[in-house]
Every structure is written in structure tokens, then in C-alpha cells.
């Protein structure tokens, strides 16, 4: 193990000291670029917060360095109305659902193109790295603009993935090198290259690995008696590489594409029953796709099309050493052929009209005996329109959803097809001050995923696909207090009446136990404010906190055990707060997590319960300026004080954790 860490600082090293006869510095942007009627239009995440329509959470690059988080999931759970799911350290598989709905329910865009995970609907966020990431953007119900993909609009909510991309400006070679160091063993480096070989063509590439030992101490509680123990069988060995492209075709048009792979090896740590963690799990992951995205507007900006493709292969190994006869040993492969097309039109200055078609194909095969060869062809079309004003904004949507079901060896799920409204707006209160009042209403049904439908015991052809209405209201102030003193603040209450919703209950790390609940009730309060205090040109105070309170019941049946209860996993509060002080010597954050009781199943059975609990994290940074080039040191520790705790129940999380951050940039 010390033998790798040090190999691996060698050769960051000499990337570091290749770098020094570079003459260029890259800086980071921190706003959000977007392309509007053939132009580049610079627009600050803040006010594209503040006016939306429907609540939207972005976190750029900045953000993500000043408030000291480093993995997605501690993004995740600084975001109100999201519920992280995490099985524990830096390989733990980390999934996501929104106010109350399952993870299947959530989109994952990755680069404009969504991400696909038609076996168990839930993507693994693990596979992400921030590393690379310029953006995070969370929407819930709707989106701002006309031109869209059909897909997208298909999820209650929809998290989108910026990575880094390379500038048109500046044609000398950019290389960006990073090694991360941690507790229990973390060893992760990272290198990218950006290049712009004229003023029409750049490309980007980066590949980075991460080794994970996992071996945290934890607190073990059996009844009367306590003893420390550590995890093991938590090892992980993972891999990623992605490489990128941007062509400016003509005066108007742009073609961009990715490639991505990803390769892990883990060992699954066991549930932690009484006094054994035994576990002789393995899982082995591949991933590859590969898309295009070209987007096309007329020279007086009325007319824009985006047309999207997209392949991607998915294989999963999975070994259980102590199973007899490798009884449990599987092997799964789903692929996905996906395209869209997406076209809108100005008629009038305040009026526009959207129209998008998306076709994709899914199948999945295994090793198992039972398996029954499931694909499915999918169809979706939607119709927006946009009127916009000064102070006013209204979109209106209507999606048609065609899903036709096929198994090549047994009985097939069920088909289905239905028309899906939503309607949303924002209204500038007051013409000079930046108060917005927003309402949404959305309808949207979800398909059961290939193991709902079919897994062995636990999926079913004829589970009920879910339907859901979305109700939001919600208020964003933007004010500047004073000079050094401004602020954004949002508030926002929604109801969501689910029917014939699909639960999936985890049996362990890679099997889920899918139950159809019939009704769902689900309402709660989301706030959030950013604040920054300005003392000097140089001196910044950064304040951000967020609060959500959900009540999600079942209310199918009143003479079950879990009528009108929380459902299992969401908790009823969740809170984070987080101070920067950024100054010219060295830049400090605290930030503090925390969340009520929840329970590990929907009745609430005795000894099922997971205690509330607060972390506390520090970060602190500094860059130096080198003379064509800079130099930042990070360090981080998390779990300040040592809190044991679960997120997924039997999974401890990590106590005390620290990591150390060197990056080099030309």
C-alpha cells in the first residue's frame, strides 16, 4: 500500500515539474455560460436561480471549492428536498431521491444528454467524480427553456452534470494534475488536458483512479454492551476516463460530443448484524458510452434545433464467495440506443413554441436461468410553450409517453401510454425589486424498471407503473442590503399525490425487494438562503444554509401496520449550514449536516429505527501563483467530532476522516 502511495506522488510529481515551462494559466469561470439566439450569453447562476419558475439549485465550481465539499455526496446533502441514500466511504454506492419519491424518479443529465439505468432505474452517483465537474444543477418539476429533450421532462426532477470543458480563446495546451490523500487508505490521482487547436475546434481529456481501503473504525451497540469495531471487506479499485470535443460549425452551430468509461472492482462490505460483518461479496462494473449533441440556430435566433444520440453499455460481474456452489455468482449486461430531436420557434418576441421527439431502445441480458431477455421501446413527444415578459414567465407542457414491453423467453410487463401535463410561472412582484413568486403543477407517470418488472422473487410483469401530481408554490428574493451586504433567499411549500408507488427496499448492497404501496402522500417546506458579506477587496464572509421538512405517509389501507407512517429511509428534518471566510492568506469554511430519525422499514417495527444525527466538517485552502502557473493546497476533515451514524441501516458511515488535496495547473 505505501509502496503504491508513493508511486503514485512520483509521477504526479513530474507531471507537476513538466508544467513549470508552460505560459499560460487557466482560471476557473464561475458562471454559467449559455448559448441564446447564436450568441454567448454570460449570465450569473444567482439570477438564473432567482427567476426561475420552478425551484432550481445550482452549484458551480466556486461554490463547490469555497463551501469544502469534495465528493457528490456531500453536495447532495446540503440541497434541501433531496434524500441521499450512501452505503458508506468513498466506494459506498450513493443514490438519490427527490421530496419523497424513489430514486428511479430522478434524471441524471450528463453533458445535456440524460444517463440511463434501465435495470434498477436508480444511478449510482459513486461513478461521478467532481473532480471534473464546472456544474451541479437541480430542478424540481419543470424547466426554463423550450428547447429540450422529451426525456428530460419524463422525471419529477432532474440533477444535471456540467464537466469542464476547454475555451475557443486560448490555443496553448492547459494540464490540470491533482492527488488527493485520505483516511483509511483513499489514494486518488487525476490529470486533464484541455486544448483549443484553433478558434473553432477544442478538446478535453481526463482520467483519474482511486484506490479505497475502507477499514473505518465504528461504534458496534448488541443490547447493553459496546465495543469498537472496524470495516472491513471495503475495498475498492476504480477507474475513469472521459474525452470531450467542441466544433463550432458555421455562424450558428455547434457539434459536441463525449466519450466516457468507467471500470471498478469492490469488495461489499456485509451488514453489520449483531457481531458480524461477514461478507464475501464482489462487484465487478464496467461502463462505456459514447454522445453527440449539435445545436443549430437561424442568424435572427427565431429558429433552434438540438439534435442528440447516445450509446451506452452497462455490465455488472457479481461473485459471493461464501455461497455454496456460487449459487448467487450473476452477470448482467443492459444497453440503451438513444435519440432525440428537439426544435423551437420565436413567432414574436414574447412568445415561444417547442416541439421534441425522443426514441430509445433497452435491453438486458444475465447469466441467470430465469432470466427472460427483457428490452423495451420507448417513445416520447412533447409540446411547451413560453410566454415570457419583463416581470412574467409561463410555460405550459404536454408529453405523450409510448413504452412497449417485450421479453424474448417469458411473459413480458405491461405496456403502456399516457398524456402527462405540467404548467409552471414566475411573476416579478414588484418592477425594481427582485422578489419572484413562482407556482407549478406537473403529472407524470413512471414505468416499472426491468427489475420491478422481472427480477427473480422479487419483480413482478404486472406491477402497476406509478402516477404522480406535483404541487409547488414557492417565493426567491434577491436584495442587495448594502455595498459589502447581498442576498438570495427561497422559500417553497409543495404537495405530491403519488398513486400505485413502486418502493425498493434494499435486501442488501446489490439486491432491492420492490413493493407497490398504492398511495402516496407527500408534502413539506423547503428554504435556503446565500448570503455574502464583502469587508474588504479582499476579505468575503460566505454564508449558505438550507432546511426541508417532509411528511411522506402511505395511505393505502388503514388496517396495515403502515398506514399513515413515514416512509422507511426519509427523514422529517434535514439542515446544513456553511461559513467561508475567503482572505488572502489561507481560505477557511465550517460547514454542519444533520437529520432527524428515520426508519429502515415502513411500519416502523420495533429496533428498525436510525437515530437524527449532525456532522460537522473544516476545510481550508490556499493557491499560489507560480510564474506561468498556480499551486493550491486543500485540506479537509470530516465528521469532525466523531458521530456514528447510518444513512442505509447495518451500513455505518465513516467517523473522523480527513483528506489532503495538492493540484497543480499550467
Known sequence: MHKRIRMLAVLWAMSCFCGFSATSVTATDTLVVKELQGVEVVETSRTHEAYSSVPLRIWDSSDLLQRGVTDLSDVLQRIPGINLRDYGGAGGMKTMGVRGFNSAHTGVKFNGVVLNESQTGAVDLSRYTLNNVSAL?????????????????????????????????????????????????????????????????????????????????????NGIFTTHERRTHNRMNEGRGQFDFAWKVGQNGRLTGTLFYYNSYKLLPGIVHFYSALSGEKLHEENAFAQLQWQQSSNDGRWRVRIQGKWNWFATHYRDELAVGNVHDVDYNQREAYISGAVSYQPISQFFVGYA????????????????????????????????????????????????NGACRGIAGRDAQRLSPSLSFSWKVFPIEQLYLRAAYKNIFRMPTFNEN????????????????QYTLGLTWQHQFAHAWQALFTLDGYTNRITNQIVAVPYNMFVWTNIN????????????????FTITPRQQF??????????????TDRTTDSYHKQLAYLPKHIASA??????????????????????????????????????????????????NSSFM??????????????????????????????????
Open 137 to 221: 444543477q437541480l430542478s424540481v418539476g419543470d424547466t426554463q427553456d423550450v428547447l429540450v429533450s422529451a426525456r428530460q421532462l419524463a422525471s419529477v426532477a432532474v440533477l444535471s452534470i456540467e464537466t469542464l470543458r476547454a475555451t475557443f480563446d486560448n490555443q496553448r495546451p492547459h494540464l490540470l494534475s491533482q492527488f488527493r490523500i485520505g483516511s483509511f487508505g483513499l489514494v486518488n490521482p487525476f490529470f486533464r488536458y484541455d486544448r483549443a487547436l484553433n478558434q473553432r475546434f477544442v478538446l478535453s481529456a481526463f482520467g483519474e483512479y482511486t484506490y479505497y481501503e475502507g477499514n473505518y473504525p465504528f461504534l458496534l451497540r
Open 357 to 404: 421527439a425522443d426514441y430509445f431502445f433497452n435491453n438486458l441480458s444475465s447469466s441467470l436461468s430465469t432470466d427472460v431477455r427483457p428490452y423495451r421501446n420507448s417513445l416520447l413527444q412533447s409540446l411547451s410553450v413560453k410566454y415570457i415578459t419583463s416581470r412574467f414567465i409561463a410555460i405550459s407542457r404536454l408529453l405523450l409517453s409510448v413504452y412497449d
Open 454 to 469: 422481472y427480477f427473480y422473487h422479487f419483480g413482478s410483469p404486472s406491477l402497476n407503473p406509478e402516477s404522480t401530481q
Open 517 to 532: 404501496l398504492g398511495k402516496v402522500n407527500s408534502s413539506g417546506v423547503e428554504l435556503t438562503t446565500q448570503q455574502t
Open 542 to 555: 460566505l454564508f449558505y444554509a438550507s432546511y426541508s421538512f417532509q411528511h411522506t405517509v402511505d395511505c
Open 578 to 627: 456553511s461559513v467561508t471566510w475567503l482572505n488572502s492568506l489561507v481560505n477557511l469554511s465550517v460547514s454542519a449536516v444533520g437529520m432527524s430519525k428515520r426508519w429502515a422499514t415502513h411500519a416502523h417495527y420495533g429496533g428498525t429505527s436510525l437515530k437524527s444525527y449532525g456532522t460537522i466538517g473544516l476545510s481550508a485552502y490556499r493557491t499560489f501563483s507560480l510564474r
Open 633 to 666: 493546497v486543500r485540506g479537509e476533515v470530516k465528521n469532525l467530532f466523531g458521530q456514528q451514524y447510518e444513512l442505509v441501516a447495518n451500513y455505518p458511515m465513516p467517523r473522523c476522516n480527513y483528506q489532503i488535496i495538492m493540484q497543480y495547473q499550467f
